[in-house]
């Protein structure tokens, strides 16, 4: 999972950036609704976690901005301000959930992994793909009911597959979900790794499949 982070207090921005990334969430993090609307033009992100006091331009407003460009990437809206009123506010601006600060770290990722899943339209806490699942609480996958072991890579690959199961996912759009800095990885190494996983997965009910000029997508075979 690829997250678009705006926060404007660099501790928090920080410490969320390497907590998070330990738990596999890669995390783009801009500190102003300016640098906020820029990223989003540059690439797509899997939720946006938005805090609403921002210094160049008021949250609620940046949220409408977001709405206007994407309708319907998943966002987390994280304040200090967790009054009803703006809540309710947030919420009509366009926010899926809402989380006050001080929160925690793991209330934090299980919201995340939930916006994820619900935007993907699943509904159990188990993502599938033919004999091919996930499952979402012990970050583990089975194949057949039985646990599959992968290298961090494979995983980390297979994860963003299964996360977006069905639908073609480029080599640039994997490489931007496994990899904070995708100086360490070239978009090459995304190929050896399909092909290591097409080996792991061949006979077994589920592929990777290439989408020429699209990328790769998970599928039943
Ligand atoms: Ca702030």
Redesign the pocket.
Known sequence: MRILLV???HTLGTWLCKALERSGIIVEWVDSARTALAALGARAHDVIVL?L??PDLDGQDLLARIREKDALVPTLVLTARDTLADKVRAFHAGADDFLAKPFELQELEARLHALLRRARGAQAARLGCGPLTYDLASQRFALNGEALALSPREFAVLRVLIQHSGEPMSKQQILERVVSDEKDIQPDAVEVIVHRLRKRLEGTGVRVSTFRGLGYALETA
Request: hydrophobic content about 15%.
């Open positions: 926060e404007d207090e805090d006091g921002l």
